[in-house]
Nanobody, 120 residues
Framework: DVQLVESGGGSVQAGGSLRLSCAAS?????MAWFRQAPGKEREGVAS???????LYAASVKGRFTISRDSAKNTLSLQMNSLKPEDTAMYYC??????????????????WGQGTQVTVS
């Protein structure tokens, strides 16, 4: 089984930066960050395969950077130039296989508890 624990959320002013981290236990192949704002569906933000190849949603491309440390089994999301519309609960997700559509939430069966990001 895989357990995921996020950290690093908080409140920041528009234009600021935050870094999210996710500690994973167990083997993972594809990992991703999702977010869910009140009243909206959970959406994919960024994903990364085991070879380090990233994929970004258009809304965050150029502002967010996803990375993973396989030795430490951790996933990170560096968020720069934050906007109020980035406000949401952010979730770490993982799968033990190659995911063909990595920003689709139904592709993952392991989820963290979420960490809140608020941009004002």
């Amino acid at each position: 089984d895989v357990q995921l624990v996020e950290s690093g959320g908080g409140s920041v002013q528009a234009g600021g930066s935050l870094r999210l981290s996710c500690a994973a236990s167990g083997n993972t192949y594809t990992m991703a960050w999702f977010r869910q704002a009140p009243g909206k569906e959970r959406e994919g933000v960024a994903s990364i395969w085991s070879d380090g190849s990233p994929l970004y949603a258009a809304s965050v491309k150029g502002r967010f950077t996803i990375s993973r440390d396989s030795a430490k089994n951790t996933l990170s999301l560096q968020m720069n130039s934050l906007k109020p519309e980035d406000t949401a609960m952010y979730y770490c997700a993982a799968a033990r296989w190659w995911v063909d559509v990595p920003l689709q939430r139904t592709k993952y069966n392991y989820w963290g508890q979420g960490t809140q990001v608020t941009v004002s």
